[in-house]
């Protein structure tokens, strides 16, 4: 038997000592994980049903609603920077606890503005907790999952989110439909609408809280807090009867130190980070300047800007919301399967198609009053091709991009390099979110063709800078090379 303390077998020699992993265990902690990702949904979609009501109450202007939208975004970007060092000092588990309190502090707040700037500050204290989320679920989910299922559960985390995306745009739609005056009425309990949109996510957020109390912390946090006997413990949970000594063994060794990890240890050679460092920054961005948050944070002001009423254009939403859910199934059913590049550029084409349609339907559109009016052959062309784009993002990005960044970096720079990964991913999503309003305002046709643009790149980097990472150990990570390197 091998011990932490002498060298463990190679994998490769090394054959399980019972049954195969606990399948059963290892889902239930993935699934009670990954509902950080469907807050990290619910709350960064929520407000979708509330921009026009926002522009009413508080007379704002085009780049005052970008920004207000976009505020959640900034705090996104600092969440997911700290929060991997952070749970590296007290826990995965402990910085769930946190997001999840940050959560119910932010749509109380926000439920309860009165002014755009108290509702920003709001927004910024919900995004803090949903970047947090987003780096800690995908890093716990990644550190309990066993490899051969490691891409369905780390699936979970996008199910989640799109899942939570979807509640919040059903959430949205319930609420104008039962309020006298739609999404700026007010609701039958009083108040306005679109305060009880934002107070929703407090009983997710609740939720998520409890749920996170009744889980056991990553047996890879704990091996690197020489909890050697609670690491065992979890191991064993989810490996059945399983080498867990050699596992634990593993871990020791891919560790390879016990001292605090510093955003230093991602430095590299190449523009002063670690190559595999900058190939989850990029992925993060280009998941991004696709736009896919464009759909869901401005779709029902997009498809009413284009002639469609306010409940055709909620419920239009709601369709794109639900192609996402069915088709992020897809990807589930096949990341472990045929793997994450050939996914990542089967995706990257189909984007590119579909907003390239979505470009010239925009482009060719005529002006009246000041917007394009889709007929009745590019309408119907339009809804279809947002739809197809959604599917190949839900099927393909959107989840493999968070699996990658959960497994791709190795154990002992994981959280921190995930954090900037993720960071890079909110401030991306910042600039797109930010930027749509006023770049739709001069023309639609021009915003679209930005996102095809990126689209086509995205497919390029996957070919020359990502590697393939399905089927491999978290402990084997480091020796990862890119295409067209060699090991």
């Not at 920004?67 to 970007?77: I, N, P, Q, T, Y």
Request: hydrophobic share 55%; with cysteine; aromatic share 10%.
């Amino acid at each position: 038997m091998t011990t932490p303390d002498s060298e463990p077998r190679p994998a490769a020699d090394r054959r399980p000592d019972g049954p195969s992993h606990s399948v059963a265990t290892a889902v239930l902690l993935a699934g009670a994980a990954a509902l950080g990702g469907f807050l990290f949904g619910y709350d960064s979609s929520v407000i979708n049903g509330t921009v026009d009501a926002l522009k009413e109450t508080f007379g704002l202007g085009g780049f005052a609603v970008g920004f207000v939208v976009s505020a959640a975004l900034l705090g996104c970007a600092a969440g997911a920077w700290f929060a991997g060092p952070l749970s590296d000092r007290v826990g995965r588990v402990r910085v769930m606890h946190l997001a999840a309190l940050l959560f119910v502090l932010s749509s109380l707040g926000s439920a309860l503005a009165f002014n755009p700037v108290d509702l920003t500050f709001w927004r910024l204290v919900g995004g803090v907790a949903i970047g947090a989320a987003s780096v800690i679920a995908p890093a716990y989910i990644a550190e309990i999952a066993p490899a051969e299922l490691r891409g369905r559960l780390g699936s979970l985390q996008q199910m989640a989110i799109v899942l939570g995306i979807f509640a919040a745009l059903v959430v949205d739609y319930v609420i104008a439909q039962v309020s006298d005056g739609g999404a700026t009425g007010t609701f039958p309990w009083g108040g306005g609408a679109w305060r009880w949109m934002f107070a929703s996510a407090m009983a997710p957020a609740v939720l998520w809280g409890i749920i996170a109390t009744m889980i056991p912390e990553s047996p890879r946090y704990l091996v690197k807090k020489h909890e050697m006997a609670r690491a065992r413990q979890v191991l064993a949970r989810v490996m059945g009867h399983g080498d867990v000594d050699a596992k634990i063994g593993d871990i020791v060794r891919s560790i390879a130190s016990d001292r605090p990890v510093h955003l230093r240890d991602l430095r590299g050679p190449r523009l002063g980070l670690l190559p595999i460092v900058w190939v989850g920054i990029l992925l993060s961005v280009f998941q991004q300047f696709v736009g896919i948050n464009v759909i869901f944070y401005y779709s029902s002001s997009l498809w009413q800007a284009v002639g469609f009423s306010e409940d055709d254009a909620m419920l239009t939403s709601v369709i794109n919301s639900l192609v996402n859910v069915l088709f992020t199934l897809v990807a589930i059913a096949l990341v472990d399967r045929v793997g994450r590049r050939p996914l990542l550029l089967g995706g990257a084409a189909g984007m590119a198609v579909s907003l390239g349609l979505l470009t010239v339907c925009f482009a060719t559109a005529p002006v009246v009053g000041g917007e394009p009016r889709l007929g009745d052959l590019a309408g119907p062309v339009a809804l279809v091709a947002a739809n197809v784009f959604v599917a190949s993002f839900a099927a393909t990005w959107g989840p493999v991009v968070w699996v990658m960044l959960g497994e791709m970096f190795n154990n002992f720079i994981r959280a921190s390099a995930l954090a900037v990964a993720a960071s890079a991913q909110w401030l991306a999503n910042w600039v797109i979110t930010t930027t749509f309003p006023g770049i739709s305002g001069f023309s639609l046709g021009l915003a679209y063709g930005i996102y095809t643009a990126a689209s086509v790149l995205a497919f390029v980097f996957v070919i020359r800078a990502v590697p393939e990472t399905k089927g491999r150990e978290l402990e084997d990570m480091d020796k990862l090379t890119t295409p067209g390197t060699r090991a």
